[in-house]
Structure formats: structure tokens, C-alpha cells
């Protein structure tokens, strides 16, 4: 027979014990898992043509520099236009990440367009100036630019 003593010690044990495997399950729960990249059709990127591509790297000033992948944007505001973010790789470059933005104007498809160094990496390792672009110049906060960044990153993880 179970005299009251046990009794409150097992109603004790039958209050606590799922209180103490609650807690214990909570804790043991994994945070959840970052987001994934933002898919690049939400934010309109572009796929940059390796012909252009090739053109930019044409204009490289550093011996032996490439670009390794690109991506565009719609540059905001400004007619015909699009932002191209590529990462520039080299032996006189340090590491990972010089990535460069230029802005194309014109028509790729008919080999009729202009490139322009955005401020920046761009700038420091390319020749392209922008005198055949009349009264447009580039500021490095320009609409697009950042997406065409972000556009760029996304490219790498995939």
C-alpha cells in the first residue's frame, strides 16, 4: 500500500517532470535557419551578355585583370541604360571582392553601346571616361547601382 508521503511525491514528480522536459526541449531547439538569398527576379536583374562582359575587361588598366561574373540592374532614372556590377580579379589585386559598376547606354545586341567607370573600383581600374555621354554623369549612390551589387552577390552564391 502507498501511504501519503509517496503519493505527494509522485504527484510532485508527475507536475515537474513535463514542466522539466518542456524546458528542456525548448532549449534544445536549433534557431532557425537564416533566410536564403533574395531571388534574383525580385529584384529585376539582368543577365549581362559575356560579349559585354568581354568589352569591359577590354578597358581593364591592370595587366592581366578579368572579371569573374557580372550582373545588372535598370539604371533608375536614366533612359537605355543599366548598371553592370563584375568582380575583377588579377595578380596586382588582393583577394576577393574589387568589384566594379560601369553603366551601359545603348543597344548591346547591335555592339552600339557606351561604357562609363561608376565612381569607385570601376574608376581606379578601367579607362573608360565619360565624354561620349554628353551631360550624364554617374554619382556612386545613383538608383541601381546597389541592386546591380546585390544583383552580383546573388550570382556568386549560386
Known amino acids: 500500500m502507498i501511504d501519503n508521503r509517496t503519493r505527494r511525491a509522485v504527484s510532485a514528480y508527475a507536475v515537474v517532470l513535463p514542466?522539466?522536459?518542456?524546458?528542456?526541449?525548448?532549449?534544445?531547439?536549433?534557431?532557425?535557419?537564416?533566410?536564403?538569398?533574395?531571388?534574383?527576379?525580385?529584384?529585376?536583374?539582368?543577365?549581362?551578355?559575356?560579349?559585354?562582359?568581354?568589352?569591359?575587361?577590354?578597358?581593364?588598366?591592370?595587366?592581366?585583370?578579368?572579371?569573374?561574373?557580372?550582373?545588372?540592374?535598370?539604371?533608375?532614372?536614366?533612359?537605355?541604360?543599366?548598371?553592370?556590377?563584375?568582380?575583377?580579379?588579377?595578380?596586382?589585386l588582393e583577394g576577393d571582392g574589387d568589384v566594379g559598376v560601369w553603366l551601359v547606354t545603348g543597344l548591346v545586341v547591335l555592339g552600339e553601346q557606351t561604357i562609363q567607370s561608376v565612381p569607385g573600383v570601376?574608376?581606379?581600374?578601367?579607362?573608360?571616361?565619360?565624354?561620349?555621354?554628353?551631360s550624364v554623369r554617374v554619382k556612386s549612390d545613383a538608383g541601381g547601382i546597389s541592386e546591380a551589387r546585390e544583383c552580383l552577390e546573388i550570382s556568386l552564391q549560386v
Open 19 to 92: 514542466v522539466m522536459v518542456g524546458l528542456l526541449a525548448a532549449c534544445s531547439e536549433q534557431a532557425p535557419p537564416p533566410p536564403a538569398p533574395q531571388p534574383a527576379a525580385s529584384l529585376n536583374c539582368l543577365t549581362v551578355p559575356d560579349v559585354l562582359l568581354r568589352d569591359i575587361e577590354d578597358g581593364l588598366t591592370v595587366e592581366g585583370a578579368t572579371l569573374r561574373d557580372g550582373a545588372g540592374h535598370v539604371a533608375i532614372n536614366l533612359e537605355r541604360s543599366f548598371f553592370v556590377a563584375a568582380e575583377v580579379d588579377g595578380p596586382e
Open 122 to 134: 570601376a574608376t581606379l581600374l578601367s579607362s573608360f571616361d565619360d565624354s561620349s555621354l554628353g
